[in-house]
């Protein structure tokens, strides 16, 4: 039998309602599973005890018939989910010791469907990073290797700096490891640029950032308010439809959140594309684009049409201004979410001459230095002189952004294929260290889409020339999510299964 | 559009985070290449344009002014670095 840890979560789901395994040996699959992964760093906190309580109350529920939609079913959760009396910290240094006395509206929607937490995931500090590098906890390994290394050498590396092993993307980085790594059957993210996508691109996995309102914001750690979006990461798109059905869902306590009822998500796998209209925008087409990224979008293209899609060339003519322009809506609003992080009612607090150098000796301390830059860029776009100049602008051309989406899909189009990122992944410690805006350029093609307010998934298509994954991406119409799943599981049927890489970390 | 040293050390303060001398050159320098990064825009046509207030339009909700979830002031401080009889504690503010 395939090892539990192995099982897709669809699958797990059927082997679970077949008594074939009960909850308990699962969840334990996966904490020993964890416990042997530690060197990835992919987990900032294990609740083995708790996961097994839990797992033992589903057992019950499934004896007596009473399962969830996720009954028994392992998942992990990215550390910015508040989950009561749990580590929830967005793997900053500010929210030391922080322990809430509440549970997020989309982690108390899982458990109520029955899913056992097995423990928090790592990620870049408050969500900022592609690279999960800014967390306070240290980096993340990605499970695959590293072009040309030896399973020795890439186990050397993990118990020293890990320079030179892949990033697993960012900010969902300990998300997509667990994921491809096996230590969980799915995972919570966020995406406010791309940190949903750009992960599972990097790692050979599926995940989705649903339209904006889907999913409620509260109790999730805030990053940039108008941006930030829960979506699950997990292997298949089947998998990612079961677990979004439970996360999304109106919830009054956020009145950003949508209410509108949530589809069963699971019913549009495997529906036909035939007559779908697919756009190819040609702004996506980038100066100095690998020629294997280019590859693989014609492929994606050939697929879609075999499937009986329409493929039809568009024109987003904002698209190069969205990244700049997120560059002045997100920190603005950063700066104004993390200013409640001045060691007065939680976290780290560090003395200071008065109360004015207390807050600024404890938030110098606090936040690390991309969450420092971004605050202070936030800070300057916002104050008396420039708001005007930069964030009035940016909201201005985020009104253009939009816009171009909608007349394209005014225009009939159903859904949109575009690379899901500019690149394979790469080396940890290998970029961004002089120039931050090496490291920004990495969403480029997931930022518009949140500037949108779209959703978006990426699914693994093909591989580089050294084997390691490469995404695809598709694009929605606003709370079309459905059309999303038909489409990213056509793809995902035509490219075959990723291949795991084996478990080299254990 | 860019900052000196002297923008850095303002911004900082209006941050609230303390910055140390020899950190001071290098923001300089991280924060005028985000600025230059975004200078593009300013190229852009945006003549007539409404600045996005809501990315998904969707009517505001009103609800009840009453409380809906009170936890109790023990468990508010809870995490607090310091409290004392249920309230929060700071440097003297007042003198």
Known sequence: MTHPTDLTLADAREALKSKKISAVELTRAHVDAIEKARGLNAYVAETPEQALAMAAASDAKLAKGEAGPLEGIPLGIKDLYATRGVHTQACSHILDNFKPDYESTVTSQLWRDGAVMLGKLNMDEFAMGSSNETSYYGPVASPWLPPNWTEDKARAALKGDKRGLLVPGGSSGGSASAVAARLCLGATASDTGGSIRQPAAFTGTVGIKPTYGRCSRWGMVAFASSLDQAGPIARTVRDCAIMLRSMAGHDPKDTTSVDAPVPDYEKAIGASIRGKKIGIPKEYRIDGMPAEIDRLWQQGIAWLKAAGAEIVEISLPHTKTALPAYYIVAPAEASSNLARYDGVRYGLRVPGRDISDMYEQTRAKGFGKEVRRRIMIGTYVLSAGYYDAYYVRAQKIRTLIKRDFENVYAQGVDAILTPATPSAAFGIGEKGSADPVEMYLNDVFTVTVNMAGLPGIAVPAGYTADGLPLGLQLIGRPFEEESLFSIAEVIEQAAGRVTLPKPWWN | ?95
């Open chain 2, 1 to 95: 559009m860019s900052v000196d040293q002297a923008n850095v050390r303002r911004i900082a303060h209006l941050a609230r985070i303390a910055v140390k001398d020899d950190e001071v050159p290098h923001l300089e320098q991280e924060l005028n290449a985000m600025l230059s990064f975004v200078e593009e825009l300013s190229a852009v046509n945006v003549d007539g344009v409404e600045p996005m207030t809501s990315v998904i339009p969707m009517k505001m909700k009103m609800r009840e002014d009453v409380v809906t979830d009170h936890a109790g002031p023990q468990v508010i401080v809870r995490n607090a670095p310091t409290s004392e009889d249920n309230f929060f504690m700071v440097p003297k503010v007042v003198e």
